[in-house]
């Protein structure tokens, strides 16, 4: 079992759940504190209660980042070394960088929504001439901010435990080598010395006589 891979599906379950948490969240945007001193009410705002363009444009990124997660979330689990599915090592170790580059891409999809949303309230918030309603960045945006950053993470340890996949125990053929060598050594030795323990017997031409 991979302690690489348990970290990584951690990381990224954590980061699917908090996109979800994120997506349907109501506090992408917050009235700013001086116009709630003066009217004492808090008024929020999320990806469905405004067609605009850009909202628009964000609601499909964490839609798209929800749905890679989920789908990382499955790879992750067929890719992992503990689990009985997936095939050969080989298969799980492609199955396990899938993930990886799944929940990596998820991960970019729900930085860039909200990156796109902040940068259009901080825009308003800080234009001298816009008039309407300014707001404030919401606790949904840093909901999606961890949850890419979690999800990239453990994109990037599935990547990398694909090393660990690969390796393979080493064979003793070394010690078999010198095995043979030792024992053929030692028949040969063993030859020698029958013939100096035991040398040919000369006899000389007087014994017949």
Known sequence: MSRAQILAL??????????????????WKVTTRASSVITATWVYQGLWMN????????????????????????????GMKCTKVGGSDKAKAKIACLAGIVFILSGLCSMTGCSLYANKITTEFFDPLFVEQKYELGAALFIGWAGASLCIIGGVIFCFSISDNNKTPRMGYAYNGTTSVMSSRTKYHGREDFKTTNPPKQFDKNAYV
């Not at 951690?10 to 506090?27: H, M, P, W």
């Not at 850009?54 to 839609?63: D, S, V």
């Open 10 to 27: 951690a990381f990224g379950v954590a980061g699917f759940g908090a996109l979800v948490a994120a997506t349907v969240s109501n506090e």
């Open 51 to 78: 067609c605009a363009g850009y909202i628009q444009a964000c609601r499909g990124l964490m839609i798209a980042a929800v749905s890679l997660g989920f789908f990382g979330s499955i790879f992750a689990l067929f």
